[in-house]
């Protein structure tokens, strides 16, 4: 699978109709029309474009937007739900962390108490992570026992690939002012 294909799979995800759990069962399908190694290639491609949103200035929108609660766990969970909002969006927000007050899912918290989010609403998307697991798991036969296959084959695709030029900082603006109005309150738990 190559980064066209992976963003082209993401680009559909981000406005198919349906819930998060419908969505889900479209890309296992996409991902079942294709081998084992596609399954583990998207899984290679979703886990490169989340370490690009590990910055500090999405960091602190993402604490922003919810209230100050995000932990490590949920900025992962964060990423996943981004690189899911398609490809325009991911690179709008690298870019401009404050792009995220345009995300309609975004701004339908806004002025909302956190504890009145459903959890389907919440910028996060763990489910997104396991999918193309399940689908290995499914496309060679070994259902639920396939976690050490799974890894092995995505080490050795990622020790293929060339390496990051680590010392390449991205240019990104600072501060959130449209973010901080939508969501003013630094902790609302």
Same mark, same amino acid.
Do not use: N
């Given at each position: 699978?190559?980064?066209e294909? #992976?963003? $082209?799979?993401?680009?559909?995800?981000?406005?198919?109709?349906?819930?998060?759990?419908?969505?889900?069962?479209?890309?296992?399908?996409?991902?079942?029309?294709?081998?084992?190694?596609?399954?583990?290639?998207?899984? $290679?491609?979703?886990? =490169?474009a989340?370490?690009?949103? =590990?910055? @500090?200035?999405?960091?602190?929108?993402v604490?922003?937007?919810?209230? @100050?609660?995000?932990?490590? *766990?949920? #900025?992962?969970?964060? /990423?996943?739900?981004?690189?899911?909002q398609?490809?325009?969006?991911?690179?709008?927000?690298?870019?401009?962390?404050? /792009?995220? $007050? *345009?995300?309609?899912?975004?701004?339908?918290?806004?002025?909302? &108490?956190?504890?009145?989010? &459903?959890?389907?609403?919440?910028?996060?998307?763990?489910?997104?992570?396991?999918?193309?697991?399940?689908? #290995?798991?499914?496309?060679?036969?070994?259902?639920?026992?396939?976690?050490?296959? #799974? &890894?092995?084959?995505?080490?050795?695709?990622?020790? =293929?690939?060339?390496?990051?030029?680590?010392?390449?900082? =991205?240019?990104?603006?600072?501060?959130?002012?449209?973010?901080?109005?939508?969501?003013?309150?630094?902790?609302?738990?």
């Amino acid at each position: 699978m190559d980064d066209e294909t #992976f963003w $082209a799979l993401m680009d559909e995800l981000s406005c198919r109709p349906g819930s998060r759990d419908e969505r889900l069962e479209w890309l296992r399908g996409e991902l079942r029309r294709g081998p084992a190694a596609g399954a583990v290639e998207f899984q $290679a491609r979703l886990e =490169a474009a989340c370490a690009v949103v =590990a910055t @500090g200035a999405l960091w602190r929108a993402v604490r922003r937007i919810e209230g @100050g609660l995000c932990s490590d *766990d949920g #900025f992962d969970y964060f /990423a996943l739900w981004l690189v899911a909002q398609g490809q325009r969006t991911y690179r709008a927000v690298l870019a401009d962390p404050d /792009a995220l $007050a *345009d995300v309609a899912e975004v701004l339908a918290l806004a002025g909302r &108490h956190l504890r009145e989010w &459903h959890d389907d609403e919440w910028p996060e998307w763990e489910e997104l992570g396991y999918v193309a697991q399940e689908v #290995f798991g499914e496309l060679t036969g070994q259902d639920d026992d396939c976690s050490e296959a #799974f &890894h092995e084959a995505l080490d050795a695709v990622e020790e =293929a690939w060339p390496k990051p030029d680590d010392t390449a900082e =991205a240019t990104v603006r600072a501060g959130t002012p449209r973010l901080d109005a939508l969501f003013p309150g630094e902790a609302r738990s």
